[in-house]
C-alpha cells in the first residue's frame, strides 16, 4: 500500500490548509497513520498520527490545538486539517505508515512523497 500526499500550498500567515494522504489500497487496522514535517536544515519533526482501526490521535506540542488529524475510512484517506497557520509551519510534510507509535521519525520505516506547506508573514 502506497502513500501519497497532496494539498500543499502557500497561504498567509493565520490561514488555512487541508492536507491529504490517499492509501492505494486499504489500511491494515492495526497501522498508524502519521503526518510529519521538514523544515529547511532540521530534523523531521512529528506532526499528529491516527490509528486506521481505532480514533486516538495525537498531536506535536507545536500544533496541538491547531491542527486536527482524521480519517475517512471509505477514501482510505488521512487528512491534516491546518488552522491558525504560522510561518514557522512552513516546512515539506510527509505522510507515513507504521504499526506501533513513535514520534521519532527514524523508527518510521515506510514514507510517502511530500507535500510543500509555505506559509508567509
Known amino acids: 500500500v502506497q502513500l501519497q500526499a497532496s494539498g500543499g500550498g502557500l497561504v498567509q500567515a493565520g490561514g488555512s490548509l487541508r492536507l491529504s494522504c490517499a492509501a492505494s489500497?486499504?489500511?491494515?487496522?492495526?497501522?498508524?497513520i502519521y503526518w510529519f514535517r521538514q523544515a529547511q536544515g532540521k530534523e523531521r519533526e512529528f506532526v499528529a498520527a491516527i490509528r486506521w482501526g481505532g480514533n486516538r490521535s495525537y498531536y506535536g506540542d507545536s500544533v496541538r490545538g491547531r491542527f486536527t488529524i482524521s480519517r475517512d475510512n471509505a477514501e482510505y484517506a488521512v487528512y491534516l486539517q491546518m488552522n491558525s497557520l504560522k510561518p514557522e509551519d512552513t516546512a515539506v510534510y510527509y505522510c507515513?505508515?507504521?504499526?506501533?507509535?513513535?514520534?521519532?521519525?527514524?523508527?518510521?520505516?515506510?514514507w510517502g512523497q511530500g507535500t510543500q506547506v509555505t506559509v508567509s508573514s
Open positions: 507515513a505508515r507504521g504499526s506501533s507509535l513513535t514520534y521519532d521519525a527514524r523508527s518510521v520505516n515506510y
Open positions: 489500497g486499504r489500511p491494515y487496522s492495526s497501522w498508524i
